[in-house]
């Protein structure tokens, strides 16, 4: 228990002091005009309050994968507390951060334009296509898990199938309105009751004090079907550290921020309140999985299913019935409204590379009904397949984002250390994974870690060649101007 009180000490620390230091690197600007204002128009382009914004940004981001992630993480042992404490305050929260400030410096823009703007015209290109592929997945994974849980909530007449029906028709709505008509007013509820459900699972946590395990113990892998860490935990807990899908949520609420200054409270400070939520769950899950049910189910293949298990036996354990009834809402509202978000980045993106006016209805309907149509041939797909696809296609776009921001510290003359260690590991570990996978090239792990580490160091040498050409060549760094190639 002193170890998971002195991660979340860490986490606290790790948003008042690092998350200072990387706003200081950005270099914000509290009297700069921004997009919210600068080209507001009343449908993706509005101002609100800045609590607001926080709360929608907490919620966009939170989903499915800071809870189930968590627990399924959590399998692995010890390790990762570690990574989501290193990883919330050293990549998830700077990722975030410094993509939401570089979309409101570039007046708004969606995640492949950035990229584009610093990777070049090949990336965005690619980058549009994987963020508009994970935003499809993000839509269906949020649609099955939500719907699984609220099936156990209600009568057997509604089943999964009516659920994803009611979802995916709010999915509709939400999508189409102006962001402050749905999203803007109810969110914040929601965003209440993901946290009143990991406050309460905290407090009856240190209320209890359960003995878990310790770092002094030793950082023992002890996943049941003997999966490496390396890099299977790291793509397990995703939103709980660094999730590229964050950053498409960064630069939607960018278009919402009045100032400058509310970026490290709205973009660093959402990211460590997740990683908080991430670290709660899998220490209550650690706990869960020493007792004689969680022992059996610990013993058994991870899965969503297995997830959903732990999350309405703890909650009900701690919280009792009425409490747990809520916390178990908290857990429905965050994958949803990470869903639909995710289809209004999508027809943002879509409607950016279209050139396409989104204040008519119309038109977004009209951009709209593709999107939901793949998403619901997605949800066809056993879930554990789309899982995995979506965790590394988030991861990869994690690491793109990373490499962007990089180039842009890297010309700008500021200190790019602190995204090139993050991307270089993500780097790292998506590879590892693509060959480690079973929809990978399967190969063992020792061949996979040696080979996704040559990726790293390959990657790293492009770097250092295409900095000493061109960064330290030319002082006048990168400019601001639009990308003239769609």
């Not at 946290?195 to 359960?210: D, E, T, W």
């Not at 878990?212 to 793509?235: C, K, Q, R, S, Y």
């Not at 270089?424 to 399967?442: H, K, Q």
Request: hydrophobic letters at 55%.
């Amino acid at each position: 228990m002193i170890s998971f009180l002195c991660c979340l000490a860490l986490l606290v620390g790790g948003y008042f002091v690092y998350g200072a230091f990387i706003e200081r690197v950005f270099g914000i600007e509290p009297d700069r005009v921004t997009p919210a204002y600068a080209q507001q128009d009343g449908v993706d382009y509005v101002p609100m309050p800045t609590w607001k914004v926080f709360m929608i940004q907490f919620l966009n981001i939170a989903g499915l994968g800071p809870i189930f992630g968590a627990i399924m993480g959590a399998k692995f042992g010890l390790s990762s507390f570690v990574w989501i404490v290193l990883g919330s305050i050293f990549a998830g929260a700077t990722h975030d951060f410094l993509s939401g400030m570089l979309s409101i410096r570039n007046n708004g823009e969606s995640l492949p334009e950035l990229i584009g703007r610093y990777l070049g015209r090949h990336c965005k290109q690619l980058m549009r296509g994987i963020t508009l592929l994970l935003m499809i997945l993000v839509g269906a994974v949020f649609v099955a898990g939500p719907a699984g849980l609220l099936a156990k909530l209600t009568p057997d007449s509604l089943d999964i199938a009516f659920w994803a029906i009611v979802i995916f028709l709010y999915y509709i709505v939400a999508t189409l309105l102006p962001i402050d008509k749905i999203i803007g007013k109810i969110y914040p509820l929601f965003a209440f009751a993901l946290l009143f459900m990991a406050v309460g699972i905290l407090v009856m946590m240190i209320y209890h004090y359960p003995a878990l395990p310790e770092f002094t113990d030793g950082l023992h892998n002890t996943h049941p079907a003997g999966l490496p860490i390396f890099p299977m935990m790291f793509v397990s807990i995703a939103c709980g550290a660094i999730s590229g899908f964050h950053a498409t949520q960064s630069t939607l609420m960018a278009r919402c921020l009045k100032k400058e200054k509310y970026g490290r409270p709205v973009f660093y400070g959402a990211m460590m309140a997740e990683g908080i939520v991430a670290l709660i769950w899998a220490a209550a899950a650690t706990y869960f999985f020493h007792t004689e049910e969680g022992k059996a189910l610990f013993a058994a293949a991870s899965g969503n299913d297995n997830a959903a298990i732990v999350v309405d036996s703890i909650t009900r354990e701690w919280l009792g019935t009425v409490g747990g009834f809520l916390a178990v809402l908290g857990v429905v509202a965050a994958p949803i409204t990470s869903g639909d978000t995710a289809f209004r980045s999508a027809r943002l993106l879509v409607a950016d590379f279209l050139k396409l006016d989104q204040k008519p209805i119309l038109k977004r309907l009209l951009v709209s009904i593709p999107l939901f149509a793949a998403g619901f041939l997605i949800l066809q797909i056993d879930f554990a397949v789309i899982w995995r696809y979506f965790a590394w296609v988030n991861q990869t776009l994690a690491a793109f984002t990373l490499w962007a921001i990089t180039v842009y510290l890297a010309t700008a003359k500021k200190r790019y250390i602190v995204t090139l260690i993050p991307a270089l590991f993500m780097t790292t570990v998506c590879s590892t994974y693509l060959f480690i996978a079973p929809e990978g090239l399967n190969l063992s792990a020792n061949v996979s870690q040696a080979l996704g580490t040559c990726c790293m160091a390959i990657t790293l040498i492009f770097f250092l060649l295409w900095r000493r050409r061109t960064v330290n060549n030319d002082g006048k760094g990168i400019t601001t101007r639009p990308p003239r190639d769609r």
